[in-house]
């Protein structure tokens, strides 16, 4: 038999459906074999008393993207996908944001323009819309589709993002037609800014008042209704990061009657709370996400929603600030909560945190972590017939996890280009210490052992068969008969 390029034998392999104790054998960038013992390969890497996992795909990560308010973020796509890379990822999927007036077929020709040269790991991109013109709905975005750009973000808030209802039928009419997910950030904006407006007028600046306007109430409202506009055509959505219990319990109801609503939530509502925000002077900015952390009772049904399976899939929401005038504090000391960037990092940390606190502590089983940071999101965004599983045929992305490494977190030892992280000081077991894409070791040693531009674009297909499941809910009989004839 030939020899293999690489092995990786003695570990215990995990996928999302169970565990055995397996050596891997890869060829071409594949997963050739999977059997009790194998012969070393040309490079051989020994999984003893290691965890041996598919490769995490972070399906919510902003990069080399500039916001509605014209800030860029810190990482590019270099930096990101190197702190992605060393903390686990083998496939990152950023978006390609449209701002109104861009045509996309430009905007993602120039996403790609930034990531090809620099990204080390595989990468695929969202869309986000913005502006869905006839052009856009008609052309653009199923032409899109079909070239593998199989989901879009759209808001319901920020001015210069948000649709309007009719708006958001529109490009959800389209996406059923095409087979796309629709990605959803959920939250009132009139709610949000007529609480800020009267906040501001009142001298009320700083960062701690930024959760206070993002009242969880947005949210709730915004997610109940986005979930009516998924049921009027049938068309599934999946709800991202969600923050608070209402929005919780909507999405589960919404799910037990049938409907295909999705959800996503992320680390700074787990492991943060609004009382993370307030800190002396402006230090709080660095906490400052939408939606907001909140409190230790959204945290308790946030971890809830993951374990009883409301939420499929776990993702950073990387939005990489620094604290300065490039990011979160434009007007210098004279910021206020409404000025500053939106967002926190987390592409590196993301499955640390949640492998310590959730797998080490015995709150979750490894499997399910495995499908709540990899194999689900391969799931619902249509990689699954390359990545998100240890299987033969498939991409040769993997992580191996030393389950006892011991690690305080420090900004100093991260790889984005934030200068700070709001997870600082905090203790952790377990970290991935060698990190394999497409058979190529991109991460062993500590050290990052592959070129910027080794990465590759994934085209992507329909999303899975979670998202195709015929919903048992939606809209009334003869709208739902006659809408596939509707333009
Ligand atoms: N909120 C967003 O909607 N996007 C980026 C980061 C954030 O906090
Ligand atoms: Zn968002
Ligand atoms: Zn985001």
Redesign the pocket.
């Given at each position: 038999m030939t020899e293999f390029d690489l092995t990786i034998r003695n570990g215990t392999v995990v996928n999302a459906d169970g565990r055995m104790r397996a050596d891997i054998g890869v060829r071409d960038g594949l997963i050739h074999t999977l059997a009790p013992s194998l012969p070393a390969g040309r490079q051989d890497i020994d999984a003893s008393g290691h965890w041996v996992l598919p490769g995490g795909i972070d399906s919510h990560c902003?990069v080399e993207q500039i916001?509605s308010n014209g800030v860029m973020t810190a990482d590019d796509f270099d930096s990101a996908t190197v702190a992605a890379a060393f903390g686990g990822n083998t496939t990152i999927i950023p978006f390609a944001a449209q701002h109104r007036g861009m045509a996309l077929p430009k905007v993602v020709s120039d996403y790609h323009a930034c990531a090809g040269p620099k990204a080390v790991i595989d990468y695929s991109f969202h869309l986000i819309v913005s502006d869905p013109t006839p052009q856009a709905l008609q052309h653009d975005l199923p032409d899109l589709i079909r070239k593998g750009y199989t989901s879009f973000k759209v808001?319901t808030t920020?001015d210069k993002l948000k649709l309007d209802d009719g708006q958001m039928l529109d490009v959800l009419h389209t996406a059923g037609r095409e087979g796309a997910l629709v990605m959803v950030?959920a939250e009132n904006n009139d709610i949000i800014k007529w609480i800020a407006q009267r906040l501001l007028d009142n001298g009320h600046v700083a960062p701690k008042f930024h959760a206070v306007s993002h009242d969880p109430l947005a949210e709730s409202e915004a997610t109940h209704r986005v979930i009516a506009l998924s049921r009027l055509l049938d068309v599934p959505v999946l709800i991202v990061?969600v923050s608070g219990i209402e929005a919780v319990r909507h999405i589960r109801h919404a799910q037990t009657l049938g409907a295909r609503i999705f959800a996503e939530t992320c680390p700074q509502y787990l492991f943060l709370t609004a009382d993370d925000i307030d800190r002396p002077g402006l230090e709080g900015a660095m906490f400052?996400?939408?939606p907001p952390p909140r409190d230790a009772a959204s945290q308790e049904a946030v971890w809830a929603g993951l374990l009883d399976g409301t939420f499929q899939v776990f993702s950073s929401?990387h939005?990489p600030y620094r604290y300065d005038e490039s990011g979160k504090l434009p007007k210098g000391e004279k910021t206020t909560f409404k000025d500053m960037a939106?967002?926190?990092p987390g592409i590196e940390l993301r499955m640390p945190l949640l492998y310590s606190e959730g797998v080490h502590t015995g709150r979750m089983t490894l499997e399910k972590f495995v499908a709540l940071t990899s194999t689900d999101h391969a799931q619902m965004y249509g990689l699954a017939h390359r990545k998100g599983r240890i299987a033969v045929g498939l991409d040769a992305d993997i992580a191996i996890w030393d389950p006892l490494r011991q690690t305080q977190v420090s900004t100093h030892m991260l790889h984005d280009r934030v200068g700070y992280t709001p997870y600082e000081g905090k203790s952790l077991t377990g970290w991935p210490t060698t990190v394999i894409n497409r058979g190529r070791v991109v991460i062993a040693h500590n050290e990052l052992q592959v070129a910027r531009g080794s990465g590759e674009f994934i085209a992507r297909g329909k999303p899975g068969p979670l998202v195709n499941a015929p919903a048992s809910t939606g809209s009334a009989g003869f709208l739902k008969s006659l809408l596939p004839k509707l333009s």
């Open positions: 902003h916001s808001y920020y950030h990061h400052c996400c939408s929401d939005a939106n967002g926190v």
